[in-house]
């Protein structure tokens, strides 16, 4: 099913169904149907998997970043200790 439809229909579906009054004066909310609309999730999709995997991902990338800078900076500074006993 298109992820359009599955919208479609949980926008059609009422969220929760006045009852009679409740005794303090104001509509009664169908307590069943709010259970089943917030309460009965499936498992989860692949898109909660597919999210772990990027946050591993980056970060892996961030480690790998993190060691590049640290040999860019030391080959910064042997240029620039170079260039001082050079001059």
Known sequence: MRIE????QLMKRPIAVE???????????????????FAGKGPPDS?????????KGLKDMGVTVENKT?????????LEDFQKNAS
């Open 5 to 8: 439809d599955q919208i479609d």
């Open 70 to 78: 640290g040999e860019l900076m030391g080959r910064i500074n042997k």
């Open 47 to 55: 898109t909660i998997d597919r999210i772990e995997v990027l946050e």
């Open 19 to 37: 009852k009679a009054p409740s005794e303090k004066g104001g509509p009664e909310m169908d307590m069943d149907l709010l259970a089943e609309t």
